[in-house]
């Protein structure tokens, strides 16, 4: 039997409660069990990018984030905005597979959810397109104003959202089965 097609979900937040981990979650919701989902939260675990220790061997917690990268069906990216830009703890962690070619034509769906976001929207297309990552203009969202998305519960109750999310979600897996009709661990 084929192996389960596998999502690694990057969240560009460090809290352990956060908008962003919370559109994960509703998408992982989504995935059901005919997909693995699982979604990263420990981006303050990698060490400060560092050329230096770039070569033969890297940092081990870097080979294992670029492992769940390789090993991935797809990439989803969902991230917060901070000063008009990626939080450095998520740009950190794409520096370090700059020297890779894990995203090289790996199937990525991005997400910047946050008060405004359209800055770091921007840079985080860039960053993934100049990595090799492959994606078209509906595997993109900008959710803004994020935070009022959701009830006091931390459920999603906005429709307008949700309706994007599930429209993102299902090109996203058209993304991935365009790509690999079958699983690549097949
Ligand atoms: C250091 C810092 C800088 C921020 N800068 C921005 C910003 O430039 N643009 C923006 O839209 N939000 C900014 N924010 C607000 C966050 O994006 C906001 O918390 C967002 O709703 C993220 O949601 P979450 O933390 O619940 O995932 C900033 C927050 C922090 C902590």
Same mark, same amino acid.
């Given at each position: 039997m084929p192996e389960m097609k596998?999502?690694?979900?990057?969240?560009?937040?460090?809290?352990?409660?956060?908008?962003?981990?919370?559109?994960?979650q509703f998408l992982q919701k989504q995935s059901e069990s005919k997909l693995v989902f699982e979604i990263f939260q420990d981006l303050a675990g990698l060490p400060h990018f560092n050329p230096a220790l770039d070569g033969e061997n890297p940092p081990a917690a870097v080979l294992a984030f670029r492992e769940k990268i390789a090993d991935a069906t797809g990439v989803i990216i969902c991230t917060p905005e901070y000063v008009f830009s990626l939080p450095g703890s998520l740009k950190n962690a794409l520096e370090w597979t700059v020297s890779t070619t894990v995203f090289d034509q790996k199937p990525c769906g991005l997400i910047t959810a946050s008060a405004h976001g359209a800055k770091a929207h921007e840079s985080l297309e860039l960053i993934m397109r100049t990595i090799g990552a492959r994606f078209e203009e509906?595997?993109?969202? #900008?959710?803004?104003? &994020?935070?009022?998305?959701?009830? =006091? *519960?931390?459920? #999603?109750?906005?429709? &307008?959202?949700?309706?994007?999310? =599930? *429209?993102?979600?299902?090109?996203?897996?058209?993304?991935?089965?365009?790509?690999?009709?079958?699983s690549p661990h097949s």
């Open positions: 596998k999502i690694f979900a990057i969240c560009g937040n460090t809290l352990e409660v956060s908008s962003n981990l919370r559109i994960l509906q595997h993109r969202l #900008l959710i803004q104003g &994020v935070k009022g998305k959701f009830d =006091n *519960e931390g459920q #999603l109750k906005d429709e &307008v959202t949700k309706a994007r999310l =599930n *429209e993102f979600w299902q090109a996203f897996i058209q993304l991935m089965d365009q790509i690999f009709p079958k």
